[in-house]
């Protein structure tokens, strides 16, 4: 908000309702103010106020903008002297995320209506000035409906080489009411693109960034390092959260994971058919749907038209991989951030190391989910199904199921064609480690064949504790007893800054290793995953690829890698105005592909959740590093407690149907990755649907 010379108090209270506020210095010149000058008979005008009302912003924590108006009788020595004005209240409080270049161009019946407007030149030499004096962090932009001198668009590439990094606020659809008679030249319209308001089409600019060697993205209102609850208000930062992405840049997309797809939000059905390049369906359309904005998969607003951009350290990073180089924490989150060719760049080493290394064959295992129990005495903020006195949600109905009904689901998920069980369930303040010994030995009477993949390392943790032995002491037991591999759920983000946030009274990152570490000594395998899109960050992420890595490498234990995208509708921490909304599109597909760069070769699986993207986003993941669609399931119930719309079941007809549609080739395995038996796969053809 920008409502002028304000107090102490005004400051105050526009903070609890904005989540940034801007006040234009214009400059430190008091001639201005004397008679005839543009200032005269303007108090708020004076300099002294407006430094004022900026340090008072800076006093109460607000996010600030300021600037510069060049070209109203100023000196190119007094625009410095005001720079580094602005500078000393920055260095002071900290609060000043952009400064504003803005230069004056003279308006009818005013009395500067025949006023000179400064040229091109001086403008860049303020911008250029302005860089120099703040250094590389500050964010700097120029507006650009109101560039001089405007004739074939290259002057816009000008103010870029002369340092801005921001056009500002520009809107497609409303009049700038501040400059409503500045229109740019008719050689816009050469371009099929008639202009009824000031402002440049925002593809049209986009087009123009990307032609300096730059990509446009929506911003919001307030800059990444001040998303937090240091500088914005709670009630301002849980709105702030749902519209950003893990960078800190506008979502700008109304898919979240676990939505149904529908025309807004089919993110990836359209992307993914040209994935290596093309553009896509969600891309601003004046045409069809003016006062929509949106960025493409790969997170650009104008992606086709990135020509000047290289993107030269991501290149450098993904042929250090191909060379067989481990990454480092740096330059695994510097991929994450990868937009527009940087991203198709990923996406496409990605999938040539999965053609490489899985061929054309994408695999799937028919299984059924038994959750046994909803009760849960920890408190994990993301988690939905969780039911009791100490969890953070109590939708719907506590349950356990019986042995009795655990062991029946069993025999028909083995009726229907399964080889897999996976179970796994809340950790019931009443369950030891024998409860899940009887429910192990529940299934394995009931239908011996079928694997047992079950229990997560939490469960194991307390299993052991329960019983008062150590963890290789009890998955020793749970083994001999039949256990056929552990999932690698509750791993969330293995990082303790997260954790401490998301999960704190979980095990730690290191017991969570510890657990996979020790069944993979002692001859179980297990699944890895990664639950994302929350509260954390790509360095987060870059942590976790890089933890599982060395594990992988030094026990070869993992079979699989699953991200699992956060589904927020119903999430305690969500709902509490402290996560995001999800993933977007793009940060999904860049973490299936980042992972099967980062984990070759020590994890060779990469499976795309359909319960979690949706079957059409699942199966577009097959071209971004991914051959494993994981399980038909049967039933689900921890996802669809969060909201998501998916995970009933996904039959097998429906999965190779899905895959055969990308031109790969379907293949039933079992949880190993073997093949599945023939008499399974025909009970699971013919299987009819669950009542």
């Known amino acids: 908000m920008n409502v002028g010379v304000m107090s102490r108090e005004d400051v105050i209270l526009l903070r609890r309702v904005s989540v940034s506020q801007g006040l234009m210095l214009e400059s430190i010149s008091e001639k201005l103010l004397e008679p005839g000058g543009p200032h005269y008979r303007c108090p708020d005008k004076h300099p002294s106020a407006r430094l004022s009302s900026i340090a008072a912003a800076g006093e109460e924590k607000v996010p600030f903008t300021s600037g510069l108006l060049i070209g109203i009788g100023e000196t190119r020595e007094e625009r410095l002297q005001a720079l580094l004005a602005l500078r000393n209240l920055h260095k002071q409080y900290g609060h000043i995320q952009e400064l504003i270049i803005q230069n004056f161009r003279a308006k009818k019946g005013t009395a500067m209506a025949k006023a000179a407007e400064p040229p091109l030149v001086e403008l860049e030499w303020t911008i250029a000035m302005a860089r120099l004096v703040f250094g590389t962090s500050m964010s700097i932009q120029a507006p650009p409906n ?48 008639l202009l009824q308001a000031p402002w440049p089409h925002v593809n049209l600019l986009a087009a123009a960034t990307a032609d300096a060697g730059r990509l446009m993205v929506p911003r919001l209102a307030v800059y990444p390092f001040y998303i937090n609850d240091l500088w914005l208000d709670p009630t301002v930062l849980r709105r702030v959260l749902a ?64 020509i000047g951009f290289q993107g030269m350290d991501v290149k450098r990073i993904l042929k250090k991989i191909e060379e067989a180089v481990e990454p480092s924490e740096v330059e695994v989150t510097r991929l994450f951030r990868a937009m527009g060719p940087e991203f198709h760049d990923v996406v496409k080493a990605a999938d040539e190391l999965r053609a490489r290394v899985n061929g054309e064959k994408v695999s799937y295992v028919v299984n059924r989910n038994i959750n046994y129990t909803n009760v849960c005495g920890y408190k994990c903020q993301f988690c939905a199904f969780s039911k009791g006195k100490l969890s953070e949600n109590l939708r719907g109905k506590p349950y356990s199921l019986s042995l009795d009904e655990v062991s029946r689901r069993a025999v028909e998920a083995w009726e229907r064609g399964a080889t897999e069980v996976c179970m796994q369930g809340g950790i019931h303040p009443e369950f030891t480690g024998e409860t ?25 943790f307390q299993g052991a504790f329960t019983l008062g032995v150590s963890v290789e002491e009890f998955l020793v037991e749970l083994k001999n007893a039949g256990l056929g591999s552990l999932p690698g759920t509750a791993a969330e983000v293995l990082d303790d800054e997260v954790r401490r946030l998301l999960c ?69 921490i969500y709902l509490k105005g402290r996560a995001r909304k999800g993933p977007t599109s793009r940060e999904c597909v860049l973490m299936h592909s980042i992972a099967r760069l980062v984990l070759h070769p020590f994890i060779t699986n990469v499976q795309a959740s359909w319960v979690k993207m949706g079957p059409g986003g699942a199966q577009a993941l097959l071209a971004a590093g991914c051959n494993d669609m994981g399980g038909s399931l049967m039933n689900e119930s921890i996802t669809r407690a969060a909201g998501a719309s998916h995970g009933e079941e996904l039959s097998p007809k429906e999965m190779e149907t899905l895959i055969l549609s990308t031109g790969k080739v379907p293949y039933q395995r079992t949880t190993l990755y073997g093949d599945a038996p023939a008499q399974q796969r025909i009970r699971a053809f013919s299987a009819r649907p669950l009542t």
């Open 504 to 572: 704190p009274d979980k095990i730690s990152t290191d017991q969570w290793l510890e657990v996979m570490e020790t069944a993979h000594r002692i001859g179980l395998r297990t699944t890895s995953t990664i639950m994302f899109g929350h509260l954390d960050r790509s360095q987060h992420w870059a942590r976790h690829l890089l933890r599982l890595r060395n594990l992988a490498r030094n026990t070869g234990g993992f079979s699989e890698f699953v991200p699992l995208p956060f589904v927020h509708m119903q999430a305690p």
């Open 436 to 460: 899940y010994m009887e429910i192990l030995k529940a299934v394995k009477t009931a239908a011996p064949e079928l694997h047992v993949h079950a229990f997560s390392p939490l469960e194991v």
């Open 146 to 193: 109101l560039t001089p001198t405007m004739t074939d668009g290259k002057e816009w590439k000008r103010l870029i080489d002369a340092g801005i990094n921001d056009w500002g606020g520009i809107s497609p659809v409303t009049k700038d009411w501040v400059n409503p008679e500045i229109n740019f030249p008719m050689f816009f319209e050469s371009l099929e693109i």
């Open 243 to 306: 519209h950003e992405n893990s960078l800190g840049y506008a979502r700008a997309e109304e898919w979240s994971p676990g939505l149904a797809q529908d025309a807004h939000s089919s993110f990836l059905e359209d992307k993914l058919s040209n994935l290596n390049g093309g553009s896509t369906g969600n891309h601003f359309d004046s045409v069809t749907n003016p006062a929509k904005i949106s960025v493409g998969t790969d997170g650009t607003m104008h992606p086709t038209r990135a």
